[in-house]
């Protein structure tokens, strides 16, 4: 394919004090939702080690630092047993309120710290209730005397899609958990369960007056129904529910505004619960029609929030994180970029990641940034000016070089990331591996990556000798509503056109051997890599992790079919074509591929019997093939063990082919 234009808009070259070769046993010191204080004085983040060679899901306490200089103030830590997450201070800062589950007795505690407004205090914990079951999403009232959260008593599973499903046995479909707005005095007592019975509450928020919530909610199973979630208004005394707006589009982080009057919410075409991008719209808190007040916003809000009487988000644009401050007229103003993975660590059930932290007058803000050389680190201080306050990874920084590319393709400016060597030698051709991003509402930015995470680390594959291609084709966050609605109805067209634009492109302007060349991803991601191999011989192998073969079977056998008919247009029983033109297996006689697949026993996005069927085409043409399946695990493979032999398989299996 010809290649129209290309430019690098940011080249980093990121150096270090050491490598971190293949192999090595090293710690990655994490941090996990992140919470600044009202006065901007103090961050609290869980805080953990991940190891490479670990038999145990990390765990670790919870760290209050000072703002200023990152210093440990204290850490918490009453319960051996228990995984902490939903950090809340209270409105006068005083307190820290949190969850712990409890791994031994799959209790969940709410407990209180006592921690003084100036950190003076001895932080004595206290339980003030504990159930059977999961919850997130912990929040104070606007006067401080009562804890609301997001409950599920007695649950047989994990909170959303991405994890494993309960086993379908008995008569199906007749018994859904709900996850409800459930509230808990300061001082302690019975959990009282709010928002009603039969729907199913994914996010909330506070009224200023804290008579009510605003949240999004549908009626009926939870992982399938929050693309069709309506916003609705929950009366915190009664729990009587009003509709506010049922959009045509998925909805996400409704907030009320400080005058009570209006709530304001990103929505927009989002293929995966939790991972978030849109535009940002206003409605009356008595109800409405939705005003769009971003509608040409070039990138995705992915977070929102009310600050000292000012609206704050974050946004994808282009290939930065940013902030963004709205002034009274609705108009943005840009209050801090770069180009790095941003995140609070937030990925509880609940609310998605809120992506920062802020005081209660917005003047002050953190996060936690990682980029494809840099581990993560704590960046807090004066919005506009955060700086780093943490320096636990600062040995474990690679060198290497990774440049933000765009190119042209069918009219739409394309980005996307090449990762490679720092000091490429000279004369030397390198195998290239694509990585295509699952969703496919979603965009890759700048990650070092954990070792718990599924796909192995960009500076994993550099350091084996790799150059790694991250494409945002068109349908990827980033560049707006109309960029992430261009692949409707034309899944593995024009996005994986794109894809193979831009691979033209990093070869040529990179010493790339196009005879060694790879494609992997996961879940979307899976699904380009099955479409890839039945419609290209460019690559000579490929990894295809939670794939979907053939939208038709899919349709039928996923847990989440509400999010297919955005894409589609309709369902599978009106317009079966559409979905049969999308399919891998419609081509599959084409496929000469290597092709390695892998998926969790229990997947309920996109379930095994999906790579099960492309494995037995495969090995019907005499394509080499494997299948593994993951006892257990749901879309997203995260017992350690798992992910160990998966990223050895996947290390392995491009060496065969590839020889770097």
């Known amino acids: 394919m010809s290649v129209r234009k290309i430019s690098a808009v940011a080249t980093m070259v990121l150096s270090a004090a050491c490598w971190w070769p293949t192999g090595s046993i090293a710690a990655i010191h994490e941090y996990k939702f992140l919470a600044m204080s009202p006065d901007g004085g103090r961050i609290a983040a869980v805080e953990m080690s991940t190891q490479p060679d670990s038999e145990k899901m990390p765990r670790g306490p919870i760290v209050i630092r000072g703002v200023k200089n990152g210093q440990v103030e204290r850490q918490l830590d009453p319960c051996s047993s228990c995984s902490y997450s939903a950090l809340a201070w209270s409105p006068d800062g005083a307190e820290l309120a949190f969850l712990a589950a409890d791994d031994q007795t799959g209790l969940v505690k709410i407990e209180l710290a006592r921690v003084g407004k100036n ?34 008593p007695e649950a047989r599973k994990l909170a959303g899609a991405l994890e494993a499903g309960a086993p379908q046995v008995g008569e199906i479909g007749e018994d859904t958990q709900e996850q409800r707005i459930a509230s808990i005095s300061h001082d302690g007592g019975d959990l009282r369960l709010i928002s009603p019975g039969d729907h199913y509450v994914y996010e909330y928020d506070w009224t ?17 129904n929050w693309w069709i979630a309506e916003l609705a208004r929950v009366d915190a005394t009664t729990g009587q529910m009003r509709s506010l707006a049922k959009p045509e589009y998925q909805i996400t982080m409704p907030r009320a505004s400080p005058d009570g009057k209006h709530v304001w919410f ?5 293929s995966d619960y939790g991972s978030v991008g849109g535009d940002i719209y206003e409605v009356p808190i008595e109800g409405g029609v939705p005003v769009n007040r971003t509608p040409d916003f070039r990138g995705s809000f992915e977070s929102l929030m009310w600050k000292g009487g000012r609206l704050y988000a974050t946004a994808l644009v282009v290939d930065r994180a940013s902030i963004i401050g709205f002034d009274p007229s609705g108009t943005t103003h840009s209050l801090w970029s770069a180009p790095v993975l941003a995140s609070t660590g937030d990925d509880a059930s ?14 002050t803000a953190a996060t936690v940034v990682e980029d494809f050389g840099h581990p993560p680190t704590i960046d807090a201080g004066p919005v506009g000016a955060m700086k780093t306050i943490t320096r636990d990874n600062d040995a474990l920084a690679v060198p290497l070089t990774a440049r933000s590319v765009n190119w042209v393709n069918e009219g739409y400016n394309v980005q996307g990331w090449l990762v490679g060597p720092a000091q490429p030698v000279a004369g030397k051709r390198y195998p290239l591996l694509v990585r295509v991003h699952g969703g496919p509402g979603w965009a890759i930015a700048p990650y070092f990556g954990s070792d718990d995470d599924v796909q192995t680390a960009p500076h994993e ?29 034309d899944l593995g067209g024009g996005d994986f056109r794109d894809i193979l634009t831009g691979v033209d492109a990093v070869a040529h302007s990179a010493p790339i051997d196009e005879s060694r060349m790879g494609i992997f991803g996961h879940s979307y991601g899976g699904f380009m890599t099955m479409w890839a191999v039945t419609h290209t011989q460019r690559f000579k192998t490929a990894v295809a992790g939670a794939g979907i073969a053939n939208w038709i079977s899919y349709y039928g056998e996923n847990g989440i079919d509400s999010w297919m008919i955005p894409f589609f247009g309709n369902s599978v029983y009106d317009d079966p074509a559409a979905y049969r033109a999308a399919s891998p297996l419609e081509s599959i006689k084409q496929a000469r591929t290597p092709t390695l697949m892998y998926v969790g026993e229990l997947d309920v996005e996109c379930p095994a019997p999906q790579s099960f069927e492309f494995w037995h085409a495969l090995r019907a ?30 290390a392995e299996w491009f060496a065969r082919y590839l020889a770097p």
Not at 211 to 223: H, I, K, P, R, Y
Not at 266 to 270: A, C, E, H, K, Q
Not at 350 to 363: F, L, N, Q, R, Y
């Open 119 to 152: 950190g003076a205090e001895a932080a004595a914990v206290t339980t003030l209730t504990s159930f059977k079951g999961i919850a997130g999403s912990l929040s104070w009232s606007p006067k401080g005397n009562v804890l609301a959260l997001l409950a599920t």
């Open 208 to 224: 200023p007056d804290g008579s009510a919530f605003v949240a999004t909610t549908a009626q009926g199973n939870g992982d399938n």
């Open 461 to 489: 594959w550099v350091s084996r000798g790799y150059y790694l291609f991250l494409p945002n084709p068109r349908g990827s966050f980033g560049q707006g509503e109309a960029f992430a609605r261009a692949n409707v109805r």
């Open 621 to 650: 043409l005499n394509v080499p093939t494997q299948l593994v399946v993951y006892p257990g695990s749901g879309h997203w493979i995260h017992k350690p063990e798992q992910v160990r032999d998966l990223r050895k398989r996947e």
């Open 350 to 363: 609940g609310d998605a990641d809120p992506v920062i932290t802020m005081s209660a007058d917005g003047k």
């Open 266 to 270: 990103i929505g927009g075409l989002m």
